[in-house]
């Protein structure tokens, strides 16, 4: 089944919204990036569901990413277990979602209709239909201060020339609706919770273990021998976003940043001029969930930024 639905900021003037068909059975955080990239925000955020059409209800429920420190300390439950057809199930049924705490983005999303589907059609998670408007810049003071620069209201005095500069050049009326919808096709590959994520680096923990076997010799100055690089290219599929020949370690990041994430986790060492799989690395080739595990334990998710984790 897939929902159409119109997503609306609030209180923007004039109004900013996006209309999109939506399978109904989207988890949460799924919906979460759609929205993030319908709209054209960047993910910078920290935000949540809420299980009511009003701001003022104290009762309806919250659903929150649990992917960072103190989740869960105001009472907002895991959205990771939650589908988009428990927040709407028919026409009228309306939602909202916020995004930036701090600026305090507040989006409607209503049911217009409810479109039926063969469970064995291909039909994509998301499909932006329509929209209107831009979506404001990120941290430009919520949607009061960015209503005052379109109506041509704020006071300029103090702001720097920077500032000015891109206010100067904000175009309030531009939508893109192919690139709207290119970006959404893009967040249905990309993983949605941290969890997905693990489980995708340990696949690539898993082909480095796998080309390695019981051990490959290195060059003279200890890197990876170029054939071997350009291989693990080709297996991550890195090679279609990495500019170069992807034959030398020390010339291919990507590479060289797996080998020491698996030499951080304890899955690989140097020995005799090899690259040896230690007794973890060997034990844990072929289980990814155990793998994956192993990096939830290594490092705490509030602690991901700068590690080859948040790079890949």
């Not at 799924?30 to 319908?38: K, S, T, V, Y």
Request: with cysteine; hydrophobic share 40%; net charge negative.
């Amino acid at each position: 089944m897939t929902y159409r639905v119109k997503v609306e900021l609030l209180d923007s003037s004039p109004p900013i919204w996006r209309r999109l068909d939506l399978r109904s059975d989207l988890m949460l955080p799924r919906l979460h990036l759609i929205l993030q990239e319908a709209m054209g925000w960047t993910n910078s955020h920290l935000h949540e569901f809420i299980h009511s059409a009003s701001r003022q209800d104290r009762d309806a429920e919250h659903f929150g990413s649990m992917d960072y420190p103190d989740a869960g300390e105001m009472g907002e439950l895991d959205e990771a277990d939650v589908r988009l057809d428990e927040l709407a199930h028919s026409v009228g049924d309306k939602f909202l979602y916020w995004y930036d705490f701090g600026d305090s983005w507040w989006h409607r999303v209503t049911v217009e209709k409810v479109l039926e589907h063969d469970d064995d059609d291909e039909v994509p998670d998301a499909t932006v239909v329509a929209g209107r408007r831009a979506c404001p810049p990120e941290d430009c003071g919520g949607i009061w201060s960015y209503n005052e620069w379109i109506a041509g209201d704020a006071d300029p005095d103090g702001w720097d020339p920077h500032t000015l500069e891109f206010w100067a050049g904000w175009d309030a009326e531009a939508f893109d609706l192919d690139d709207a919808q290119q970006r959404v096709a893009r967040v249905a590959e990309m993983p949605a919770t941290l969890r997905e994520i693990q489980l995708e680096e340990a696949e690539k923990l898993q082909i480095l273990l796998e080309r390695i076997g019981d051990g490959v010799t290195l060059t003279a100055a200890g890197y990876l021998p170029p054939a071997m690089v350009e291989q693990l290219m080709v297996d991550t599929g890195w090679h279609r976003q990495w500019i170069g020949k992807n034959n030398r370690e020390d010339l291919t990041f990507p590479i060289w940043q797996l080998r020491d994430w698996a030499r951080a986790l304890g899955l690989v060492r140097k020995y005799k001029g090899e690259l040896r799989p230690t007794r973890r690395g060997a034990a844990l080739k072929n289980d990814r969930e155990a793998l994956a595990d192993l990096i939830a334990r290594s490092i705490p998710h509030d602690r991901l930024y700068g590690t080859p984790l948040d790079w890949f």
